[in-house]
T-cell receptor
Framework: DADVTQTPRNRITKTGKRIMLECSQTKGHDRMYWYRQDPGLGLRLIYYSFDVKDINKGEISDGYSVSRQAQAKFSLSLESAIPNQTALYFC???????????FGSGTQLSVL | QKEVEQDPGPLSVPEGAIVSLNCTYSNSAFQYFMWYRQYSRKGPELLMYTYSSGNKEDGRFTAQVDKSSKYISLFIRDSQPSDSATYLCAMEDRGSGGGADGLTFGKGTHLIIQP
């Protein structure tokens, strides 16, 4: 089984809909992250959390919110999806500062 | 400024060739340098990790950092079709407190190894 699991793998939705992407991990890491990847723009950090009670905005948090339900679970929500949020979304974990990131397999989101 | 420049490619080379992948950066505060490999529809995985200037070798892979020129490289010897992937450089400003929140990724280079 994957250490970092993202659901769903693919999602197509319409403009204005609320969407939740889920991430769970079995690595026991405190630190969890949400990134989006766009062609030509690379990976950009949306939100990150260093423990259950800690939530921080990343480079591009506008239009997104997150919830850290438990050490192992970190979900990303789009309250009202718009087409320019079409992207590949990755969840990642790390064991501490300067430790490597472990990524999930990604969620391809398309907003029509 | 956290800009990292990386040629997106694609870079296509024959099997067995030596591959050179490169990134340049402008922030002199970057101290940790990483290369991630990403296969199609998969998440990136860490390939090499170096601190400050110098070389680091791991099997067929060599990571090189030249802080004076703000230039990092990844060399792949005896390239194989299984090396075909997107390679992303990443750099960390230690002054940001450490952790992936201080990471800046390049846009990735798509590498194709032709059998």
């Amino acid at each position: 089984d994957a250490d970092v699991t993202q659901t769903p793998r693919n999602r197509i939705t319409k403009t204005g809909k609320r969407i939740m992407l889920e991430c769970s991990q079995t690595k026991g890491h405190d630190r969890m992250y949400w990134y989006r990847q766009d062609p030509g723009l690379g990976l950009r950090l949306i939100y990150y959390s260093f423990d259950v009670k800690d939530i921080n905005k990343g480079e591009i948090s506008d239009g997104y919110s997150v919830s850290r339900q438990a050490q192992a679970k970190f979900s990303l929500s789009l309250e009202s999806a718009i087409p320019n949020q079409t992207a590949l979304y990755f969840c990642a974990t790390s064991g501490g500062p300067n430790e490597k990131l472990f990524f999930g397999s990604g969620t391809q989101l398309s907003v029509l | 400024q956290k800009e990292v420049e990386q040629d997106p490619g694609p870079l296509s080379v024959p099997e067995g060739a030596i591959v050179s992948l490169n990134c340049t950066y402008s922030n002199s505060a970057f101290q940790y340098f990483m290369w991630y490999r990403q296969y199609s529809r998969k998440g990136p995985e860490l390939l090499m990790y170096t601190y400050s200037s110098g070389n680091k070798e791991d099997g067929r892979f060599t990571a090189q950092v030249d802080k004076s020129s703000k230039y990092i490289s990844l060399f792949i010897r005896d390239s194989q079709p299984s090396d075909s992937a997107t390679y992303l450089c990443a750099m960390e400003d230690r002054g940001s407190g450490g952790g992936a929140d201080g990471l800046t990724f390049g846009k990735g280079t798509h590498l194709i190894i032709q059998p």
